[in-house]
């Protein structure tokens, strides 16, 4: 088993292949804001399972996170995939566990010194939202050739991202949390690959 995949799940060998194509592809240049980080290790830390965090530590390779800090992308990822197989079980399998973590990294990002101006000014508008959604992704990561664009609908919108390496159903995640928030009802977040490190995302909501 390489390292940053965990468990016996028959999903392992294409999820590990996953990993490893995304590690290939990343640079020196690419980072994540430490929040991101320290959001994964305080959903890991509340099960009260030290040796799992301690676990996720190692995989990543860095133990303390300052949330607007930037860390590198690999070991957000290798930090990513270890959490998710260790919490698969209680959240139905890899990718449901994924789609958790993603939702607590984007409550985490509206409680911050950024995201919480952020959330007043957005109003509980949706539309608002979707106009600042490649802001909050410049702000989430410094990934310099990365690209966010929006473009919405009454109650429907896509986003399409480029050079973008966290995972769809993290994404996934991490939009439906952001549309609750401004008081969006029954959002729903579909996303699909489009290339290597390029995806597209399908929000809709009541």
Known sequence: MRRGVTGSDPDVPEAERELERRLALATPEDSVRGMF?????????????????????????????????????????????????????????????????????????????????????????????????????AVASSTGSGRCQVTSAEHTALMSLDRDFLPRPYVEGALASALEVVGAREPRVRGRHTGPLASEYVLTWG
């Not at 690999?74 to 209680?90: E, N, P, Y």
């Open 37 to 137: 980080f320290r959001s994964v290790v305080e959903v890991m830390r509340a099960l009260g399972d030290e040796a799992a965090v301690e676990r996720c530590l190692r995989e990543c390779g860095e133990r303390r996170f300052v949330d607007f800090t930037c860390y590198p992308t690999d070991s957000f990822l290798r930090l990513l995939w270890t959490a998710a197989w260790l919490l698969k079980d209680g959240y139905g399998d890899f990718e449901g566990a994924l789609r958790a973590l993603g939702r607590r990294g984007a409550m985490d990002f509206f409680a911050s010194a950024t995201g919480r101006p952020l959330q007043a000014l957005l109003g509980g508008d949706p539309k608002r939202l979707l106009d600042s959604l490649p802001m909050a992704y």
